[in-house]
């Protein structure tokens, strides 16, 4: 008699041993920032496309869902461009955050839902206040439903002295207990409840991608609208 186990159409893949590390940091403190994380060829597409992309593809980011331009500029001041899998380099990060999504949810229940992103542009001296990606409470009134942010930089030779870190903080702390550098290559993830965090102007052009992993919140026939 043969007995016959259902292990599943688990894929190994490349990735792995850094899947690995950021669901055991998450599962250990919540947040987890690795140099050197993301696949070369990955940076590269993306590197590669944010040096060709013409400034007219970034817009004045928002804030929240209501824009008030003033208020804006106030705790904001990057450029953003969403990524829609226009180009091979966005496909293959649509494709690689998907897969991290699959690792995760695996791993530690998540059950993470969809994925938005899109590039970010500080130009020098822009900031991003202290905030959160998503609030605490009623999931139904906070219309974001992000639980994981991802944060990847692209920034080749980024010395100390540029600025631009990503302070991440614990609420209701006023001293950050982690000041990330945005150097090329580096991947933070976090709880997007958990960590306020504010990007430091620099003095020199910033670039990144911003991601948030969200819950599916469609109820009573409505669709959860993407953003
Ligand atoms: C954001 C954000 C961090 C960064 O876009 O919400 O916090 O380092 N970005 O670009
Ligand atoms: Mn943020």
Known sequence: MSLAIDVGTYD????DPLFTQIADNLRDKGWSVIPNALPEHLSEQLHQQLLSASAQEFVPAGVGRAVDYTL???VRRDAIAWI????NAEQQWLQWSNRLRLF???RLFLGLFSFESHFSHYPSGAF???HVDAFKGNPLKDSTNRVLSIVAYFNPSWQPEDGGELAMFHEEEV???LCVTPAYGTLVVFLSEE????????N???FSIAGWYRVNNSINQQIDPPR
């Open 72 to 74: 804006n500029r106030f």
């Open 195 to 202: 960590f306020p965090h504010e990007v430091r102007a620099a």
């Open 84 to 87: 829609e899998g226009d180009t």
């Open 128 to 130: 991003y206040k202290k």
């Open 204 to 206: 020199r052009d910033r």
């Open 175 to 177: 001293d950050p207990f």
């Open 104 to 106: 995760l949810n695996r």
């Open 12 to 15: 190994f893949d490349g990735d």
